[in-house]
């Protein structure tokens, strides 16, 4: 079984999601800020409090027979990733208000750094959202959606990618991280104030 959350990229090096993944989260604490912030809507906080509520009831439950996979935990949480990705990239300019409404534009297009030059055309964001709000901000939120949202939802009939209660946990922090560095990132643009 193969982890559905990498813990190293080209090269065997860390990826930056694994690097964020390390490091304990107080979700609560996240959940608060945002609800302060004015960064996500009551639909985006509603789903993170409910992956937060499924997470918590498959932790406490602690089953002697553990299920195969907990991607359903992660589901709640990486709607609500998709609809602030979307909000974001349409507040910072990044892409048109019928972009924002269209069901056929796609943020896993538009954020791969590794889409082929000939398919990079005005609907690909990664050099802007790198440009806007740096190389790293870009790469976690690229990795975020990969391994959180993509991997997660996608059956690969190569690879038994099954997640862990564990690894369904580090998505969800993952998810909040990508979300809580929007606050850095859209500082110029007074989120807070």
């Known amino acids: ?4 959350l990498p813990l190293a990229g080209r090269g065997g090096q860390p990826t930056e999601g694994y690097a964020i993944l390390k490091r304990s989260m107080d979700l609560e604490s996240a959940l608060k800020t945002f609800d302060r912030s004015g960064l996500l809507t009551a639909g985006q906080l509603m789903l993170l409090k409910q992956a937060m509520a499924l997470l918590a009831r498959e932790e406490q439950a602690k089953p002697r027979q553990p299920l195969s996979d907990y ?3 992660i589901f709640s949480a990486a709607k609500a990733y998709e609809g602030f990705l979307k909000s974001f990239f349409y507040q910072l300019g990044l892409i048109s208000r019928q972009q924002y409404g269209d069901e056929h534009w796609r943020i896993g297009r538009a954020l791969n750094p590794d889409l082929p030059y000939r ?11 790198a440009t806007t ?3 790293k901000t870009a790469r976690l939120w690229w990795e975020t959606w990969r391994t959180s949202r993509n991997q997660v939802f996608h059956y690969f009939p190569d690879h038994d990618q099954w997640v862990t209660l564990g690894e369904a946990r580090r998505a969800i ?3 909040m991280q990508a979300i809580q560095t929007a606050l850095v ?5 007074k989120w807070l104030e």
Do not use: A, H, K
């Open 119 to 129: 398919l990079r055309d005005e609907t690909w964001l990664y050099d802007d959202v």
């Open 1 to 4: 079984m193969r982890p559905i």
């Open 185 to 189: 990132c859209d500082g110029r643009r």
């Open 173 to 175: 922090e993952m998810i």
């Open 71 to 73: 991607g359903f935990v």
């Open 133 to 135: 709000c740096g190389e």
